[in-house]
């Protein structure tokens, strides 16, 4: 029935022992060393991602420090330059006021004088107006 050969079942056990070995040394052994430089080059970037994470983070707490100072400098500007432009309003408040008062003591100098001119037109010619009065109030 089956016939097995020693030799020939001993010849196959040495070539498939001497495949696993030469398989061994050509394929698995450079694939394991393969897969040991991917795994440490894998981590490698990992640590590279991290540090640059850590970097980013820094520079994005610079940024925004940066951010608020300029933001702190830009209101102590405004606040100065609001200041600074009430006092000038201020000023011209106060110089346009002195006018306005200067001119209205002048209009009411000038009003007095003119009352007092109207006062001595009135008295000079009040004996005129009398007799026109008079002459009017017979008519009705």
């Known amino acids: 029935m089956l016939d097995i050969s020693v030799g020939i079942?001993?010849?196959?056990?040495?070539?498939?022992?001497?495949?696993?070995?030469?398989?061994?040394?050509?394929?698995?052994?450079p694939l394991m060393e393969f897969m040991k430089k991917?795994?440490?080059?894998?981590?490698?970037?990992?640590?590279?991602?991290?540090?640059?994470?850590n970097e980013i983070h820094q520079l994005e707490e610079e940024a925004n420090k940066n951010i608020s100072e300029a933001k702190a400098k830009a209101n102590e500007i405004k606040t100065s330059l609001v200041s600074k432009a009430k006092e000038e309003i201020a000023q011209v408040y106060e110089a346009k006021k002195a006018e306005l008062d200067k001119e209205m003591e002048s209009f009411l100098s000038e009003l007095a004088s003119k009352r007092e001119e109207l006062r001595k037109d009135l008295s000079a010619n009040i004996g005129q107006y009398k007799s026109s009065l008079e002459a009017k109030l017979k008519n009705i």
Do not use: C, T
């Open 9 to 29: 079942l001993g010849f196959m056990v040495v070539l498939f022992l001497a495949l696993i070995y030469v398989l061994n040394k050509i394929m698995y052994v």
């Open 38 to 53: 991917r795994d440490k080059s894998i981590a490698e970037d990992m640590a590279s991602v991290n540090s640059n994470d």
